[in-house]
């Protein structure tokens, strides 16, 4: 068989997903058994890979998705705790009294507090929690989706304390060939999985800076009076301010602290920042923008569900204890990854196995406390008692966050075996190399040196399917690293690529766009909001691929890899 014919075969039940998700419109439920099947199907009769393997491969991806729906679950529940508490309705009414400029309450509300919220929840939870919250101070149901969803782009990759990194990436790649070869070198994973944290960072801060002008620019353009791309560009020094505010945080705790804290602390620091200089009235112009008086809005911007302002006005929890649980999680989860004690501890719960059914080079691992689903729940209880709860509230916000994971899981537990099978069918009767690299290397021979500026597009085509940046990167991860390999490139930077334009497909995932919708009355209306959304992420995925052909060509990226070959 032809390096061409088996490249189409491994490629094809990822181009199947695509084809029946996009295409056919069928739902992910559906879908991800049928690619599942067909990956075990091509493994076994094309690669010659034993059905031991298989099975191994299988459970190895069981695992996984474990401790993937451990982290989804603690961060949906601290969600809807919140909710249930009233935490987010007094966070959402402290937000009103900073200033009436619309300009600088979306870069607030999306921008900032959404990259945090992003950094904590993850999973689509920052356009589901702004959306209502913009609507309830004043914005059009349309606009409020809009925004929600372009900030799921910059804060993406190390949303729900680094979730697309520390599992999708992590999960993704070959860890164990790799740090094998790693430690030859005299390298570590630790080193190479450093590197490829700080260039998303670094990446994301370069290509975030302008999304906060990319808010207003929307803003005025497609929801105010003048419909001008330039009507709000008075506050171009404070949208700048506004993205550094968040960004320059965001790389430091990228590469001081690790993957899980750039988004939430950038988010964080940058709300504090941003929010004491609106108050002072720093780089804020003497002009207020503001929408079209509610009469003369199109009817399709208004959403079915009315979210009235004056609601919120009847709170039971005072605004610094709203947001004690946020700044507890981000307290404990720098404290369990840089004091080792404390992380030592929290690791002796980790259930772990090696050579899963004697299969070489097939081991997980589900870490319980240590993992950030284990410390989201655990800020969750300290929740319950903090802000007085009762415990039937508790209760009903378990059920609903476990109801919500059950679809999430469904899906990931075909999902993520699928991927695993692939990247272990290395190992066969045939001679073949896995999945992965017989499609990188045939790839890397059509495409050539500009492969690179392509790299973040297909991590978004990846998110567009699948509706996660994490899901995007345990999917293509491997294939990134294999083409980086063939081209004789910086693999560290390739992943790289793939995590920011995984982080980018956010802002068009269906998922994330049905998610946002429904939370403002606005199903059946995805359509228009794609038609606006898709603007800022092809800037984002033209952008990140001209830096990753700078970074290849110009700077002569390297990583641990490289220098241990």
């Given amino acids: 068989m032809s390096t061409g014919f088996l490249a189409l075969l491994a490629f094809l039940p990822i181009a199947t997903a695509g084809i029946l998700l996009i295409g056919f419109r069928l739902p992910a439920r559906l879908v991800m058994p049928l690619t599942y099947v067909m990956a075990v199907v091509i493994a076994v009769f094309f690669w010659g890979v034993s059905t031991n393997r298989i099975v191994a491969s299988t459970l190895q991806g069981l695992l996984?998705?474990?401790?993937?729906?451990?982290?989804?679950?603690?961060?949906?529940?601290?969600?809807?705790?919140?909710?249930?508490?009233?935490?987010?309705?007094?966070?959402?009414?402290?937000?009103?009294?900073?200033?009436?400029?619309?300009?600088?309450?979306?870069?607030?509300?999306?921008?900032?507090?959404?990259?945090?919220?992003?950094?904590?929840?993850?999973?689509?939870?920052?356009?589901?929690?702004?959306?209502?919250?913009?609507?309830?101070?004043?914005?059009?149901?349309?606009?409020?989706?809009?925004?929600?969803?372009?900030?799921?782009?910059?804060?993406?990759?190390?949303?729900?304390?680094?979730?697309?990194?520390?599992?999708?990436?992590?999960?993704?790649?070959?860890?164990?060939?790799?740090?094998?070869?790693?430690?030859?070198?005299?390298?570590?994973?630790?080193?190479?999985?450093?590197?490829?944290?700080?260039?998303?960072?670094?990446?994301?801060?370069?290509?975030?800076?302008?999304?906060?002008?990319?808010?207003?620019?929307?803003?005025?353009?497609?929801?105010g009076q003048k419909k001008s791309w330039t009507e709000g560009l008075s506050i171009l020094p404070f949208a700048i301010f506004a993205a550094f505010a968040m960004t320059v945080p965001y790389v430091l705790a990228a590469y001081f602290l690790g993957a899980e804290f750039p988004s939430l602390i950038g988010g964080l620091v940058g709300l504090a920042v941003v929010t004491l200089a609106a108050r002072a009235g720093f780089l804020v112009p003497r002009d207020t923008w503001d929408f079209a008086p509610p009469s003369q809005w199109p009817q399709d911007w208004f959403g079915k569900i009315d979210i009235k302002l004056d609601n919120l006005a009847q709170q039971r929890i005072p605004l610094a204890l709203a947001w004690a649980p946020y700044v507890l999680l981000a307290i404990f989860l720098v404290i369990s990854r840089t004091v080792p004690a404390i992380g030592d501890a929290l690791k002796t719960t980790t259930v772990a196995f090696s050579g899963i059914l004697g299969e070489e080079g097939i081991s997980g691992d589900f870490p319980l406390l240590f993992s950030p689903g284990g410390i989201l729940v655990i800020i969750c209880l300290i929740t319950l008692v903090l802000h007085r709860m009762s415990f039937s509230r508790f209760m009903t916000a378990t059920g609903e966050s476990a109801n919500t994971l059950i679809g999430a899981g469904f899906v990931l537990i075909f999902t993520v075996p699928m991927v695993r099978v692939m990247i272990n069918s290395g190992v066969n009767t045939q001679g073949l190399e896995s999945m992965p690299v017989v499609v990188a290397d045939w790839v890397s021979m059509q495409v050539g040196a500009v492969y690179p500026f392509f790299a973040p597009s297909v991590g978004a085509l990846g998110a567009f399917l699948a509706g996660s940046n994490t899901v995007s990167n345990v999917m293509l991860s491997q294939f990134q690293f294999s083409v980086a390999e063939g081209l004789g490139l910086s693999s560290a930077l390739m992943v790289s690529g793939q995590s920011v334009g995984a982080a980018a497909g956010n802002m068009i995932a269906i998922h994330n766009v049905v998610a946002a919708s429904a939370t403002v009355g606005l199903l059946g209306r995805e359509g228009a909001t794609l038609r606006i959304t898709i603007l800022p992420t092809i800037y984002y995925l033209v952008l990140s691929g001209l830096l990753l052909l700078a970074g290849f060509y110009v700077l002569g990226a390297t990583d641990p890899l490289m220098t241990s070959m």
């Avoid at 507090?113 to 929690?129: D, L, N, R, Y």
């Avoid at 989706?145 to 304390?161: E, Y």
């Avoid at 599992?167 to 790649?173: A, F, M, N, S």
């Fill in 64 to 223: 996984q998705t474990a401790g993937l729906l451990w982290i989804i679950f603690g961060a949906i529940l601290l969600l809807n705790t919140l909710k249930h508490s009233g935490a987010i309705s007094t966070i959402r009414a402290g937000f009103t009294t900073i200033s009436p400029d619309r300009r600088v309450q979306v870069i607030l509300i999306a921008w900032l507090f959404g990259s945090f919220i992003e950094g904590a929840s993850g999973f689509g939870t920052p356009a589901a929690v702004a959306a209502p919250l913009m609507v309830a101070v004043g914005f059009p149901a349309v606009a409020a989706v809009v925004f929600g969803l372009m900030i799921q782009s910059t804060p993406v990759s190390f949303g729900a304390v680094g979730t697309p990194l520390i599992v999708g990436v992590q999960t993704g790649l070959d860890r164990q060939a790799i740090g094998d070869r790693l430690t030859e070198g005299g390298s570590s994973w630790e080193a190479f999985f450093h590197v490829i944290t700080s260039e998303v960072a670094l990446l994301h801060a370069i290509c975030g800076t302008l999304m906060p002008l990319f808010l207003i620019l929307v803003m005025t353009r497609f929801f």
